[in-house]
């Protein structure tokens, strides 16, 4: 029998500046992007209060958690929000794949 192969880590690509970071499924894009440096946290830290962290997934959208009513709730404060806008701070991997962000505007 053959099983299938599962990968428990997601590669995350990051643009502006360009960097791939390869991480563990369960962490946020945040703290993926903090381990590299390309995206820091917004003034919450962390917390979906600022939307600080607004970013645009534009591969992958599948390996991540839904939005919350929250977190969409809290992107209706933040400039130029689109269909592939995130918070970094809630969006959590949840699964192994090719995740390409780019990082939003703040206004
Ligand atoms: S860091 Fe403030 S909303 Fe994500």
């Avoid at 428990?8 to 992007?33: C, H």
């Avoid at 970013?55 to 404060?77: N, P």
């Avoid at 918070?87 to 192994?96: D, E, M, T």
């Amino acid at each position: 029998m053959t099983m299938a192969r599962v990968s428990l880590r997601a590669r995350v690509t990051f643009r502006d500046p360009a960097v791939e970071v390869e991480v563990p499924i369960g962490i946020t894009l945040l703290e993926a992007a903090m381990s590299t440096g390309a995206v820091t946290a917004g003034t919450c830290g962390g917390i979906c209060a600022c939307g600080g962290c607004h970013v645009r997934v534009e591969e992958g959208a599948q390996y991540l958690s839904t939005a919350t009513e929250r977190e969409e709730d809290q992107l209706d404060r933040v400039f130029d929000v689109r269909q592939s806008s995130r918070l970094a701070c809630q969006a959590r991997i949840i699964a192994g794949g090719d995740i390409i962000v780019r990082k939003g505007d703040i206004g």
